[in-house]
């Protein structure tokens, strides 16, 4: 069975770490930084983690719809992304999410945690990694 595209991002970079990034639609467009560098801009891994945590509050709130109920408005989704350099793989990220659902059962909470891991594609991605491939982009 083929997986049906719902939305493909397009993003053309220029400059890696030190250069800039813009959606084809313009509703993207930043200056990247290398990390800790206190440059202006920002990098891959607060992107990733920012796409990951939204990405993951939209599946709590499915989640929540499954069991009938409303998150709270306070609900919030910290993502950490840690870069780290591996002597024997290089560099190498490794990720977490920490979730607040005030105001509701523990063991609740936990399902609705546990149902949206399960079913998101950014949590998939995490666990199970993602389909990819690598191109050179031959010039006419």
């Known amino acids: 069975m083929t997986a049906k595209t719902l939305f493909t991002a397009n993003v053309h970079t220029v ?6 990034a813009k959606s084809s639609d313009g509703q993207l467009d930043v200056k990247l930084s290398v990390p800790g560098s206190n440059r202006p801009g920002t990098n891959p ?13 939209g599946a709590l709130a499915n989640a929540a719809r499954e069991q009938g109920i409303r998150l709270p408005p306070e609900t919030a989704v910290d993502a950490e992304v840690n870069l780290s350099l591996d002597e024997a793989d290089g560099y190498v990220l490794s990720a977490r999410l920490n979730v607040s659902i005030p105001g509701v059962a523990d063991d609740l909470a936990q399902r609705l945690v ?10 998939r991605m995490t666990r199970n990694g993602i389909a990819a491939s690598v191109a050179l982009a031959v010039s006419a």
């Not at 891994?45 to 509050?57: H, V």
């Open 114 to 123: 546990d149902r949206a891991h399960a079913t998101r594609p950014y949590s």
């Open 45 to 57: 891994e607060q992107l990733f983690a920012a796409g990951w945590s939204a990405c993951f509050e």
């Open 15 to 20: 400059g890696g770490r030190e250069g800039w």
